[in-house]
């Protein structure tokens, strides 16, 4: 449950700072998420954790803040450098290639990966040809390990809502990430849908990696997490184990008192 102080985190980020003109969305935020961990990000609406999700995969510039990915300083420059690092992420909105099929969506995750690349990949190099057999396989593996492979052939537009989202996290995994980031994976999900969601989440644990959670749903955060951080106005107002921050006065006050309830 909690965190080896021995080891290399495998996300060492402090002094996160970010504002939008008078907004201070960030100030000061650090985190340091351990192997094998799923650390949860919450906090009320307008916190700043899409503002922290997007600086730490490079798609803001934060004012201020020190990276670590594995030990190795990284800069959150961009999206594909932070994706080479070893962080991929899902998004709050899904972000998937709605007219092509579930398969070449994970295949163009794993191009990340490759000698070819995304070029390769577009324009059906050589190289590209002799690594697609094998991309192919890998991620008809990925579709059935997050419970879709019957939909491989599928366009991504036409998978249900939390088809998609788990298609998501195929072309996460795919990128063989350090580091998982999901954004509010179980958003618009169905009480259902959420227990398969929470058993694949505990699934891609208990297979080493590492993830990255921010998540609307406190009961789930509570259920899966190791650790969690709380925002609140941009500032971190509490740090722990999902025990200790659901009795912290200043998040009960700040975002579990604004009508949820942590079970
Ligand atoms: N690109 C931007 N330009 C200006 N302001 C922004 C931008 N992105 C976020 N903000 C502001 O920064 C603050 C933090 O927003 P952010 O989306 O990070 O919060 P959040 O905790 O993810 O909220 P939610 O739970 O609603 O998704 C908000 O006041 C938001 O309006």
New binding site residues.
């Given amino acids: 449950m909690s965190s080896a102080p021995n080891t290399t985190p495998v996300l060492e980020v402090a002094n996160v700072s970010k504002r939008?003109?008078g907004?201070q969305?960030l100030s000061d935020v650090g985190i340091r998420i351990e192997a094998g961990q799923v650390y949860g990000l919450i906090?009320?609406?307008?916190?700043?954790?899409?503002?922290?999700f997007?600086v730490i995969t490079g798609l803001?510039t934060p004012d201020s803040g020190s990276f670590k990915l594995g030990g190795q300083p990284y800069k959150p420059t961009a999206v594909h450098e932070v994706a080479k690092a070893g962080i991929a992420r899902t998004f709050?909105n899904i972000r998937l290639f709605a007219d092509m099929t579930a398969l070449e969506n994970v295949m163009v995750g794993r191009h990340v990966r490759t000698a070819s690349g995304l070029i390769g990949a577009v324009f059906r190099t050589s190289g590209f040809k002799a690594e697609e057999h094998a991309i192919a396989k890998r991620a008809q593996e990925l579709l059935d390990y997050v419970g879709i492979g019957k939909y491989a052939e599928f366009k991504a537009r036409t998978l249900s809502y939390g088809d998609q989202r788990r298609l998501e996290i195929a072309r996460a995994l795919a990128t063989d990430p350090k580091l998982i980031a999901l954004d509010?994976p179980a958003a618009g999900m169905n009480a259902t849908e959420k227990v398969v969601l929470r058993e694949l989440i505990d699934r891609i644990r208990k297979d080493g990696r590492t993830i990255l959670l921010?998540e609307?749903d406190v009961k789930l955060v509570m259920g899966l997490c190791d650790r969690v951080t709380v925002?609140d106005y941009?500032k971190q107002i509490a740090e722990g184990s999902p025990f200790d921050v659901q009795r912290n006065e200043k998040v009960i006050e700040a975002y579990l008192g604004a009508g949820h309830k942590a079970h």
Avoid: C, R, S
């Fill in positions: 939008f003109g907004l969305a906090g009320p609406n307008g916190a700043g954790k899409t503002t922290f997007n803001y709050q509010e921010i609307h925002l941009g």
